[in-house]
């Protein structure tokens, strides 16, 4: 079992840029594909971007590829998410999560079993 606790969210304008941080409780981290999900007032909860339990495999949604760039660091228990030229759209509250069942291509919400309380994300133009 792990526990997920993310920070780094915030109020920010167009253009702008931010670094999310998941932390993770448990010595086997290492074991996890995690990944990031957002989820607008109103809207399903949308995948963003995901990462092998190794790092050498990523995969992102097309609204962020080339703009945000996930990443983790094993020893640390961290997961990363940069979020670069931030639009008005990307408001949300992102959430991360981990699976022992999927891969870096699992973009279903029910692949994983593991979920941080999230932080918010706003983007004013």
């Known amino acids: 079992q792990v526990q997920l606790v993310e920070s780094g969210g915030g109020s920010v304008q167009a253009g702008d840029s931010l670094r999310l941080s998941c932390a993770a409780s448990?010595?086997?981290?290492?074991?996890?594909?995690v990944g990031w999900f957002r989820q607008a007032p109103g809207m399903e909860r949308d995948f963003v971007a995901a990462?092998?339990?190794?790092?050498?495999?990523?995969y992102y949604a097309e609204s962020v590829k080339g703009r945000f760039t996930i990443s983790r660091d094993n020893a640390k228990n961290t997961l990363y998410l940069r979020l670069n030229s931030l639009k008005p759209e990307d408001t949300a509250v992102y959430y991360c999560?981990?699976?022992?069942?999927?891969?870096?291509?699992?973009?279903?919400?029910?692949?994983?079993?593991?979920w941080g309380q999230g932080t918010q994300v706003t983007v004013s133009s």
């Open positions: 999560a981990a699976t022992t069942r999927g891969t870096s291509r699992s973009v279903q919400t029910d692949e994983y079993d593991y």
């Open positions: 990462i092998s339990t190794s790092g050498r495999n990523t």
């Open positions: 448990g010595r086997t981290f290492s074991r996890y594909v």
